[in-house]
């Protein structure tokens, strides 16, 4: 069986919006809005928000393109910041933390999978993964420790040397996978991850990230449009004109 | 891998265009070495001036003669501690192509004037012992293999020889070596009273003295006190500092120092635009991996070293090795064949050529690094 | 034919507007180039400036004679005996029944130039009547000649413009001598215009000369007469002589300048023009990279590779030669005519002169651009032209 990479515990994922025990709610979204500007005018993304993440659930965000899902996964990481109301993370207020601290507290706390990979193609797989350990105060030794964990996690040790564009989309995307949880994350954050892939490559990598989920205890929020990816999750949420709710729009 | 390394990693795009920017840093820096030991040359004898050493001439232009009888009269003078007398020969050896400097001089009192004219004991005594006797600097005797014990013809253009025909016969007896690398090592010295003896007329008259002074501080007043001296005879004199007199004979020659700093500053200019339109495509090309830096946890002052990191590693590369490149290159001697009496990189232009590769890493990065630490990471991504 | 070269003009075009997408490596290869015609074209100007006021001065109708063996008039000796021969040899040409023959005596002075305040040397020319007929090109353009007999002088205008205190009506202390400047002279812009002359009566007692000179400058019946002037005087036994055409003469003292600044110039420009091939590469591979797909589109509709390689050196060839055009008129403007001088080692005085950007230098300098853009843009054309198509249609 693979390693654990933290000893956090499972947890049983519950649903809905009711009030949970306070101590194992990770983030606490209250009354976010988020504004942007196109061209001369406003656009009201999100409505004031609510949501409560439950630690250890893998929850999947579902709604329309241009529904602002994408938006809120983007405040949820600390990308970007709400218009109003506030964002709570691990008991932290991440609307509150200057440019370079939200950047610190990123590499410490969140870990990104994104639909386009987003690898750096002038470096090898595990250099790719390696990126983040940078920021940390790690030897040499024990990065290397770490990138070797989370590549055998994701079943490619084989493919450590390769450069991106020697590997397929879905080894890609398992570096992707790779690299988001090597510094063993307070949460994960995939946006589309399955978005470029064919259907029996994405089941791979559902099937990865619901063992992080179920096995390993990850906090995971996903964003996707397929039902067939959405129903790999603990709790689906979707998102209706800026706010989430439990049913899709009629 | 380090930061270091990942700032390295990015050199791995586009290899061919960061080769070529590569290229036109080490020819940038090439042509800096060139033209730094070229302007070397042009300024020579200014730098190697004693600060305690002045020439008297007459005062109207060193064309003019003086009498001998000048240099007791020039000792007199309270602080000066020697005078002695030189004169400008102007013979041809073989070739009117071949320029050599000739002085007749005294020579105890001349290689005591000039101590960094390193001669062997046993060479100046043979000198003393010689009538006949030359020495010359090193590198005129590399160039034409010149050995201790050869006859050395000159022939006179004006100082004819007494019982005609052109040639002054004389016997090499020393090689002198310079103590430092701007030692003029080009002279070509023979005997006072070889010369005085000698020559058909001109008979107790000599070009210019060269004197050393006590205290350099008191320069001025010494200069005024020897031109006073001699101010109403038939040759009035002129004193000035050995310095001030070669930098006069160079600002003759023309700007030359001015022209190499304008073209220097041109090239540079040229670098800087071409390295910093390089660094600035390599920033618009990898929008979306800063972005997914930024995403990772860089912040953006993270981003903003890494993206200077990469132009000064790549100043720093290229740019030391064309400063090592010239260097050699330069060494290996004068390239117009001999019209340049030094040719060598000078060290405090080493120390330039540093600073400008810096310059050119810090500069060329600027503002591409600066592009790169305001992008929103949102967009960045979305870019991709 | 006609299609084949038609296909290359619209390709060429289509290039080309695309270059307002590309500002930025667009101008690095603009300055580059620029810079290089510039820099060469500067650093040759002065040379050509130099040789010109070298030639100006000589003509070949006019013979220059010195002493056996001596490289210049500053080691020259002849006496008024050799005057006399050399006067009495044929083919010397004749103004109002005297031999058109000037002999000259030669000497330097100090004098404080304009720019650094410091001492610089002037030429001081000794001169008797028959020098005005030998030097037909001086002509007094302020003041008067000098009285024969006087302490008068007249001063060349480009020495006046180098150094100070030698206007007319000003006065020059020379040793215990007193000189006053009664008028300026022109020479056509050549080397006597960087020089002071007096009558040599005067000058010789003054330097103690006794009578002699140091040249004998002698204008020929023709310049064919000089074979028949030449060899009267080298078989002469009682003298002892060198015989040179003027032009010669000049060729020769300016040789040394020529050779540095060419060779010094050479480098420069050469390793400059590395440097901006480079700087061409640079951009139009980034051309060609980032339309890829444009060019694999226009290979698809049937363009063929030949015109698609040449369009991209057209390309190159436009911007080089629209930064070379820029150098040269930039080293044209800021170059052309500035006065200077420089060190005659000859003569050991100033001699004057201007920076020179003729017509040859500015082709010189265009065409060595679009030599480089020819370099610079070789190879990426035929890179353009391997593009495997199917793959760049699909990026």
């Known amino acids: 069986m693979m390693q654990p990479v933290s000893s956090l515990s499972r947890s049983a994922g519950t649903a809905g919006l009711a009030e949970a025990d306070a101590s194992s709610t990770l983030a606490r979204l209250r009354g976010v809005e988020k504004q942007f500007r196109r061209g001369a005018e406003a656009v009201q993304v999100l409505r004031g928000l609510d949501l409560d993440l439950r630690r250890g659930e893998f929850l999947a965000l579902m709604g329309p393109s241009g529904s602002g899902k994408s938006t809120l996964l983007n405040l949820l990481a600390g990308l970007d910041r709400p218009s109003a109301g506030s964002v709570e993370v691990a008991g932290q207020r991440i609307d509150q933390l200057s440019a370079g601290a939200l950047a610190r507290w990123r590499a410490r706390h969140v870990g990104l999978i994104f639909q386009f990979y987003n690898l750096l193609p002038v470096l090898s797989a595990a250099k790719n993964v390696e990126l983040p350990l940078l920021l940390a105060p790690l030897s040499r030794a024990q990065r290397k420790a770490q990138v070797a964990t989370a590549m055998a996690l994701v079943e490619l040790e084989h493919r450590a040397k390769h450069l991106p564009r020697q590997l397929s989309g879905g080894e890609q995307q398992r570096v992707g996978i790779a690299r988001a949880i090597v510094t063993d994350p307070t949460l994960i954050l995939a946006d589309e991850p399955t978005g470029d892939l064919d259907r029996k490559t994405g089941d791979g990598i559902l099937d990865l990230m619901q063992a992080l989920n179920a096995e390993h205890g990850k906090t995971i929020v996903m964003v996707t449009h397929d039902p067939h990816a959405a129903a790999r999750a603990t709790r689906i949420l979707h998102m209706v004109d800026g706010q989430l709710s439990t049913e899709m729009d009629a | ?384 | 034919m006609l299609r084949w070269l038609s296909q290359i003009g619209t390709l060429t075009i289509f290039n080309l507007k695309t270059l307002p997408q590309r500002p930025g490596s667009v101008a690095a290869s603009l300055v580059g180039m620029a810079g290089v015609v510039a820099v060469l074209v500067g650093v040759l100007s002065i040379q050509q400036g130099f040789t010109r006021t070298m030639a100006v001065t000589g003509s070949p109708d006019t013979a220059f004679v010195l002493r056996g063996g001596a490289d210049g008039e500053m080691m020259s000796i002849l006496t008024r005996d050799d005057a006399r021969l050399i006067a009495e040899a044929p083919g010397i040409a004749r103004g109002a029944g005297d031999p058109l023959v000037s002999p000259e005596l030669f000497v330097v002075i100090g004098q404080p130039k304009k720019t650094t305040g410091t001492d610089a040397n002037v030429p001081l020319r000794g001169v008797v009547p028959a020098a005005f007929g030998v030097h037909e090109k001086v002509k007094i353009v302020e003041g008067r000649p000098f009285v024969w007999g006087r302490n008068e002088v007249i001063v060349g205008r480009a020495a006046q413009g180098q150094f100070r205190g030698l206007s007319v009506g000003s006065t020059l202390h020379l040793g215990q001598n007193l000189w006053q400047v009664v008028g300026a002279f022109t020479a056509e812009g050549g080397l006597p215009e960087s020089e002071i002359w007096a009558d040599a009566a005067v000058l010789q007692p003054a330097y103690r000369r006794g009578t002699t000179y140091q040249s004998v400058k002698v204008k020929l019946a023709s310049a064919g007469s000089f074979k028949q002037f030449k060899d009267a005087l080298t078989a002469n036994p009682q003298l002892d002589v060198k015989v040179l055409r003027e032009t010669e003469f000049y060729a020769g003292q300016s040789r040394g300048m020529t050779t540095l600044i060419v060779s010094l110039g050479v480098i420069i420009g050469v390793l400059m023009g590395l440097g901006a091939v480079f700087g061409a590469l640079i951009t139009m591979y980034t051309a060609v990279a980032t339309r890829t797909r444009e060019i694999a589109t226009l290979r698809a509709l049937g363009f063929g590779s030949s015109p698609v390689v040449l369009s991209v050196i057209g390309e190159s060839l436009a911007i080089a030669a629209l930064g070379g055009v820029l150098g040269a008129v930039g080293a044209w403007i800021a170059f052309d005519g500035f006065q200077t001088a420089t060190m005659n080692w000859q003569s050991f005085s100033q001699v004057a002169f201007a920076f020179r950007v003729g017509p040859p230098l500015l082709a010189l300098g265009v065409l060595y651009a679009l030599a480089l853009g020819l370099v610079g843009g070789l190879l990426p054309a035929i890179r353009a032209a391997r593009l495997p198509v199917a793959n760049a249609l699909r990026e």
């Open chain 2, 1 to 384: 891998m380090t930061r270091l390394g990942l700032m390295a990693s990015a050199f791995r795009r586009h290899r061919l265009r960061l080769l070529l920017t590569a290229m036109s840093i080490v020819v940038a820096f090439l042509l800096f070495s060139y033209l730094v030991a070229i302007r070397k040359a042009f300024q020579m004898g200014v730098d190697v001036a004693g600060a305690d050493r002045m020439m008297v001439r007459h005062s109207v232009s060193i064309i003019q003669s003086l009498p001998t009888s000048y240099e007791a009269e020039i000792e007199r003078v309270p602080g000066v501690v020697d005078a002695t007398p030189l004169s400008w020969f102007g013979g041809i050896y073989q070739d009117p192509k071949n320029f050599i400097a000739q002085f007749p001089v005294k020579p105890e009192e001349y290689l005591a004037m000039y101590p960094e004219f390193r001669l062997s004991p046993e060479q100046k005594a043979a000198w003393l012992r010689t009538r006949t006797g030359a020495i010359v600097g090193r590198t005129i005797a590399d160039k034409y293999h010149w050995k201790i014990g050869d006859r050395i013809p000159i022939q006179a253009t004006v100082w004819r020889p007494k019982g005609g025909g052109a040639t002054w016969e004389f016997e090499l007896v020393g090689i002198y070596d310079g103590a430092e690398k701007e030692t003029d090592t080009t002279q070509f010295l023979f005997r006072q009273d070889f010369f005085e003896e000698n020559k058909q007329f001109g008979q107790g008259r000599i070009g210019w003295y060269a004197i050393r002074i006590k205290d350099p501080a008191r320069a001025a007043e010494v200069a005024k006190a020897i031109d006073q001296q001699f101010v109403n005879s038939p040759a009035a004199t002129k004193t000035e500092t050995e310095g001030a007199m070669a930098q006069s004979f160079a600002d003759q020659v023309g700007n030359i120092g001015a022209i190499v700093t304008a073209i220097l500053g041109a090239v540079f200019f040229i670098i800087l635009v071409v390295v910093g339109n390089t660094m600035a495509q390599g920033v618009r090309e990898r929008t979306q991996e800063i972005g997914v830096l930024k995403a990772v946890g860089f912040t953006n002052g993270e981003v903003l070293a890494l993206v200077l990191g990469e132009s000064m590693l790549l100043a720093g590369v290229a740019g030391g090795f064309g400063l090592a490149v010239g260097w050699l290159l330069v060494s290996q001697g004068d390239p117009t064949n001999g019209f340049l009496p030094i040719f060598f990189f000078p060290p405090e232009d080493l120390v330039l050529g540093i600073a400008l590769v810096l310059g050119l890493g810090l500069f060329s990065g600027l503002l591409p690094a600066l592009q790169a630490m305001r992008l929103r990471t949102v967009d960045a991504l979305r870019r991709g």
